[in-house]
């Protein structure tokens, strides 16, 4: 069974950082299309940010832009997301999402369907 394992959630202040985490459990995911959606409390899952399988290409929500940098690992096959400037906006728990997605990523890889593999999630909580 494929896993994708989040990491690096937890309490901030407003106006702090996070940097979450996602590792696959095989070496599969390095040709994937890797997304990060968020579910805050009372809401529907929406997009937050996505990277193509080789890190060429970036698409992020307009209410991250700019505040939000996805990445992935050189040698391993984990997936960043730096949160810069958090608000209590961004409280939510954070999913990591993987699949071969073929084409620009937008707007595709923008749709939480487009994905088959999950991670658990990872709360963040942003205190004002």
């Known amino acids: 069974q494929v896993q994708l394992v989040e990491s690096g959630g937890g309490l901030v202040q407003a106006g702090g950082s996070l940097r979450l985490s996602c590792a696959p459990s095989?070496?599969?995911?390095?040709?994937?299309?890797m997304g990060w959606f968020r579910q805050g409390p009372g809401k529907e899952r929406e997009f937050v940010s996505a990277?193509?399988?080789?890190?060429?290409?970036?698409a992020y929500a307009d209410s991250v832009k700019g505040r939000f940098t996805i990445s992935r690992g050189d040698a391993e096959n984990t997936v960043y997301l730096q949160m810069n400037s958090l608000s209590p906006e961004d409280t939510a728990v954070y999913y990591c999402?993987?699949?071969?997605?073929?084409?620009?990523?937008?707007?595709?890889?923008?749709?939480?369907?487009?994905?088959?593999?999950w991670g658990q999630g990872t709360q963040v909580t942003v205190a004002s």
């Open positions: 999402a993987a699949d071969h997605i073929v084409g620009p990523l937008v707007p595709r890889a923008t749709i939480h369907s487009e994905y088959h593999y």
């Open positions: 990277i193509s399988w080789n890190g060429a290409d970036t």
């Open positions: 095989e070496r599969t995911f390095i040709s994937y299309t």
